[in-house]
């Protein structure tokens, strides 16, 4: 019987449904990091200008049109707030407008109407307060990019200004005992001396003031339970009845959670039971806010998230549970 000839083996090509998730995963591993930045820059933007510089910029437009001429009004603009004066503006000007009729008589033409119109509403304090603001708004909103007012900037720059100089106030001998009269003084108010000591703590710590607590050092930790290991930052001893009772001396150690890392667990933990770890506290806190995927260079183990994967499918019988 003749031989048969051999069909050629043909050369397997990559599933195009597979090519397009690796590319899209590559693609947004790229993009992603990138465009979560600029969102963290544009909501942190957006909430220091509207809460903080925002009110800056409200009293900063209150100074220009209460203490300085420019930028003036000019006949439009008084003419557009003619058409917004309220009922009782409305009525004395209707009695001071037929004071001047009865006082021109025919030669009181439309165009001196309006003119002695301007006149009067320039001597009325509420109607120039108004007109100004107006003006003053324009002005400010006239220079943008996009819709994104460059005059919004003033409130900014002011509110950094004012950090400085505070910060400055109470590195001085007199700054520190009118900062301390304050606290003593907000200490005795009520309600506000239950929060305003726990909120001080809190920002003290994270700011890094001298006098705060602060971090000194990344533990491993055995937390929620024993073989879970969570990375945790030192805050310094404990209090005497835990570690008396633990009969060792004891940590407490902070473990921050992801993705924000200022929220998270307190717990006190034996000093013999962390594992000191050789990385900064910066380290620490990008290792958190990345889910554990920055992992620091003196850390990695090498080998990656394939060769992981590559040791779980080659394990013995990993085929056959999942036929």
């Not at 050369?11 to 195009?16: F, L």
């Not at 050092?217 to 073989?227: D, Q």
């Not at 009845?241 to 407490?252: S, Y």
């Amino acid at each position: 019987m003749p031989d048969t000839p051999t069909p050629p083996i043909s050369e397997s090509k990559p599933h195009r449904g597979g090519n397009f998730r690796q590319f899209f995963l590559r693609g947004l591993a790229i993009l992603l990091p990138t465009v979560l930045t600029i969102w963290l820059l544009i909501a942190a933007y957006q909430f220091v200008q509207e809460r903080i510089a925002g009110p800056i910029n409200e009293g900063v437009r209150a100074l220009v049109v209460n203490f300085s001429p420019l930028p003036a009004a000019n006949d439009d603009d008084y003419d557009e707030a003619a058409e917004l004066l309220t009922g009782g503006q409305k009525d004395a000007w209707s009695v001071k407008d037929d004071e001047l009729r009865r006082s021109f008589g025919s030669a009181y033409t439309a165009t001196q109407r309006i003119d002695h119109r301007r006149q009067w509403m320039r001597g009325q304090p509420q109607i120039e307060q108004s007109v100004r603001t107006a003006v003053v708004e324009r002005w400010w909103y006239s220079y943008t990019v996009g819709t994104w007012a460059v005059m919004d900037l003033i409130g900014l720059v002011i509110a950094i200004i004012l950090i400085y100089i505070a910060g400055w106030l109470v590195g001085s001998f007199i700054g520190r005992r009118l900062y301390h009269r304050g606290e003593e003084l907000i200490h005795r108010v009520p309600v506000i001396r239950s929060i305003y000591p726990s909120i001080k703590q809190v920002t003290d710590f994270f700011v890094g003031a001298k006098s705060g607590p602060q971090f000194s050092a990344v533990v491993g930790v055995e937390y929620p339970r024993k073989g879970l290991w969570s990375v945790g930052l030192v805050t310094g001893e404990t209090m005497r009845n835990l570690q008396d009772r633990a009969g060792q001396a004891c940590l407490t150690v902070f473990i921050p959670s992801s993705p924000t890392p200022f929220t998270g667990y307190v717990i006190t933990v034996p000093r013999a039971d962390t594992i000191e770890l050789p990385i900064t506290i910066e380290d620490a806190i990008k290792f958190a806010v990345s889910g554990g995927v920055l992992i620091p260079p003196n850390q990695q183990i090498g080998g990656g998230e394939a060769k992981l994967f590559k040791q779980a499918d080659d394990t013995p019988g990993a085929e056959d549970g999942a036929g």
